[in-house]
């Protein structure tokens, strides 16, 4: 299976490059359903493979093809190699700026000494990928301090490119996706697929004192009017200027958001802590973090190396073959000590795209029918609503086994697909003997994304806590919004334009401990935007409405996604 669909991917990329041009939105959305397929396994950051891209006796034209974007020529003669910037060609020579006698290319050789055509971003060694290498004839004459050479007494140059067709092949087969790989090559793909499927929330950027950068996402999931609710995002990066703490709230996507608060929690606390606020609202504090002792995935495979670190390396889910199951997750090994009745379980994930995927297909089915039911929606029983998302295992569900049967426990929150987001929920473990327990975090198949699992069984420890309310607010037309944003009320800061944004600011305080955390409170909730065209599929609608029906509906939607894949041929 695997094989095979690497194959085709190669094959289908290629014949419809040229039809994105004319069909974008249709294509688009196809190859970001591929890119999502080829990534739905196990992973290890920053890791890409390149290829060597060598031509015999090359001419001027051929150099003349990477002169551009700042590449750096290697020249390398019998003696020594050494490096030009800012080539040109003259006549039928070529000339460069001599910037190192002794070029020295990244170390790319792995432990055991051996050159593997692999790179990894994440020691930059990406800047392999920049070089034009220029081998001569040994008896070539170098002129002007060997900053210029006849073309004629070239005998090969070797450029290094991505080897695709490897990266792919990797990602399939589950030995490395790379993450950072992919949202480097597929940043445009990937958000065209957001702006495409539509099913996100208020960005939210930090000053981070070189810029705004981009930090999350806020009260994902929360898509009608009843099931408005809390949030509480870590802000790891936020610069302070002046005395004041400055972020962006924007709309990118095509939804109108209803922001009730938005404030800041700026927690002052001892080294060495991760503190974070539950959905609850409560300060949980991991000092003393326990790392999975083993961690597997429902058919049985071993991913505690992918859970045991922060470093964006996740778990998406199964391989998408004919044995699609309906839900997937991790069943996770820690050791509980003795006269422990409680702990705090805390989680790096985000939402797949899939969850977007899936919840566009089934709103496709509304037809013309759609803003209507978005309007019922928006007045009906929150607590069915919410019933209903638990009910397709939409959340991420947590269960702790005790005798023998999985209990549940709590479930988090839908965090988005843009980022990866620190969450915490506290759970009971009364009832259970010391030694090795077992946690379950669950949820329909590639719904999720995860990164990182622990728990910490200490107390929290006492917090210098303050609240900062808005000291100032203004919309992108520099009209005054603090006071829809200041209090928990029935005022609502509207972004109903993807042209949307504002800029908070909030008035910093002395910070009293060792390290501080920021977390920012908001409060609200979003409608989509939708094409409302078509006959509703009534007896459809129906039959998925139904309880876990939607997780039958997206393995029958993953189906299909493959079976294209040899259609396509």
Not at 189 to 195: C, D, Q, Y
Request: glycine share 8%.
């Amino acid at each position: 299976m695997r094989n095979l669909i690497v194959s085709v991917i190669g094959t289908f990329l290629s014949k419809r490059i040229l039809s994105i041009r004319n069909n974008l939105k249709k294509y688009l959305f196809r190859v970001a359903i591929i890119l999502f397929l080829t990534g739905l396994f196990n992973i290890i950051p920053g890791c890409l493979y390149y290829k060597v891209v060598s031509r015999a006796n090359p001419q001027a034209q051929d150099i003349s093809e990477n002169l551009k974007g700042g590449k750096v020529f290697v020249v390398h003669s019998d003696t020594n190699s050494f490096g030009w910037n800012d080539v040109y060609i003259i006549n039928d020579s070529l000339k460069g700026t001599v910037f190192t006698d002794h070029y020295t290319s990244p170390d790319l050789r792995n432990k055991k000494g051996v050159n593997t055509k692999r790179y990894r971003q994440n020691k930059g060694q990406q800047a392999i990928l920049n070089e034009v290498h220029l081998f001569i004839k040994p008896e070539a004459r170098l002129g002007d301090g060997n900053s210029s050479l006849s073309i004629k007494d070239l005998v090969r140059y070797d450029l290094y490119v991505k080897d695709e067709i490897r990266n792919v092949l990797t990602w399939i087969t589950g030995g490395t996706f790379l993450v950072l790989g992919l949202y480097a090559l597929f940043g445009i793909v990937i958000l065209s697929l957001a702006l495409l499927t539509g099913g996100s929330c208020p960005f939210i950027y930090t000053n981070s004192g070189d810029g705004y950068a981009f930090a999350g996402e806020i009260y994902s999931g929360a898509i009608y009017a009843p099931l408005e609710r809390n949030d509480y995002l870590l802000l790891p990066e936020i610069v302070e200027e002046n005395g004041i703490l400055k972020l962006k709230m924007t709309n990118e996507l095509p939804e109108i958001q209803y922001t009730n608060l938005a404030e800041l929690f700026v927690i002052d606390h001892g080294e060495n802590r991760e503190v974070l606020v539950d959905k609850y609202g409560n300060y949980q504090v991991s000092a003393d973090p326990e790392h999975p002792v083993e961690a597997f995935n429902f058919n049985g495979e071993n991913i505690l190396e992918i859970l045991s670190d922060k470093d964006s390396a996740c778990y998406f889910g199964v391989n998408p073959g004919a044995g699609i199951p309906l839900t997937d997750g991790a069943i996770a090994t820690f050791e509980l000590p003795p006269d422990v009745s409680s702990g705090k379980l805390f989680l790096r994930a985000r939402n797949s795209f899939w969850v977007d995927i899936v919840y566009k297909n089934f709103n496709s089915m509304l037809g013309s029918y759609g803003d209507n039911w978005s309007k019922k929606q928006n007045v009906s029983d929150g607590n069915k609503l919410a019933e209903w998302t638990l009910s397709q295992k939409i959340p991420l569900m947590v269960y702790v086994e005790k005798n023998g049967e999985w209990t549940f426990c709590d479930y988090f929150n839908p965090a988005g697909p843009m980022a990866l987001k620190d969450d915490v929920i506290p759970i009971d473990l009364s009832g259970l003997a010391p030694g090795k327990i077992r946690i379950k975090v669950e949820s329909g198949t590639n719904f999720w994304e995860i990164d990182y699992l622990a728990i910490d069984f200490t107390k929290n420890p006492p917090l210098d806590v303050k609240r900062l309310a808005l000291k100032s607010a203004f919309n992108e037309r520099d009209e005054k919004i603090s006071e829809l944003l200041k209090y928990d009320d029935l005022k609502y800061y509207v972004q109903s334009d993807n042209k949307n944004s504002a800029t908070l600011a909030f008035q910093n305080v002395e910070q009293t401990l060792p390290e501080r955390t920021v977390i920012l409170h908001s409060k609200g909730y979003y409608n989509l935007k939708q094409e409302a065209k078509g006959i509703p599929r009534i007896a459809k609608l129906k039959s998925v409405r139904k309880p876990g029906q939607l997780l039958e509906y997206s393995r029958d939607l993953m189906k299909n996604y493959v079976d294209e894949f040899f259609i396509s041929q």
